[in-house]
């Protein structure tokens, strides 16, 4: 099935929530934090805590990526599809699979 997708900029993200869209920029960064829970963050409009949007890989969905996703994406231009989410009043994507993100 297809989805209509808006192409936005980072900074309109929160005015989409629950909406299919599509964001093309440069990743400000991107890590893996330490520890037990392997969540994967690539950041934009920023370096966290300062970034205004997040794609976020949950630990589950890791296998789905033949590569480090953080190593990969850092410094890249992309765009990434997917369901504009809220997680603790910042807008995100939870990206699940490779496709989802691509690079420019």
Known sequence: FLFSQTTISVDSVSSYIGQ???ICDKVSDAFQPKGDIKMTYINFGGKF???TFTVVI???DLPNFSFIPADHYKNQKVC???IAAE???KPQIVAKFPDQIEIQ
């Open 20 to 22: 299919h869209i599509k």
């Open 49 to 51: 805590p300062d970034n």
């Open 58 to 60: 949950f630990p589950a």
């Open 80 to 82: 990434v599809t997917g």
């Open 87 to 89: 997680f603790k009043g």
